[in-house]
Nanobody, 126 residues
């Protein structure tokens, strides 16, 4: 399995922006799906966004569409999550994940990754 390390979390006021990074320990081959999940205290973990490494196709959960953007830098084995117009309800621990999947599983956002990062905290104050 690939090791993942997140960075870029922090505290911002509502309306602010943050960019999260997820560095993979090695090259993630073309059939990898990478993405972000989040978990707020007392709530279940939920998917945020995915990107299929082979073609860069992305998927977003409805609650972040239009505000968050997932992207990749294959030369750096890194995936990013640009988060704009942050709201207090975006406060959570954000986790990067990776897994070999079919394209369609990744496009759907319904996947079960085996590789996880340690998480990075995002706190948005009103």
């Amino acid at each position: 399995q690939v090791q993942l390390v997140e960075s870029g979390g922090g505290s911002v006021q509502a309306g602010g922006s943050l960019r999260l990074s997820c560095a993979a320990s090695r090259y993630t081959y073309y059939n990898y799906c990478m993405g972000w999940f989040r978990q707020a205290p007392g709530k279940e973990r939920e998917g945020v966004a995915t990107i299929y490494i082979n073609d860069g196709t992305t998927h977003y959960a409805d609650y972040v569409k239009g505000r968050f953007t997932i992207s990749q830098n294959n030369a750096k084995n890194t995936v990013y999550l640009q988060m704009n117009s942050l709201q207090p309800e975006d406060t959570a621990m954000y986790y990067c994940a990776a897994q070999v999947t079919t394209p369609y599983v990744c496009y759907s956002g319904s996947w079960s990754p085996l590789s996880w990062g340690q998480g990075t905290q995002v706190t948005v104050s009103s």
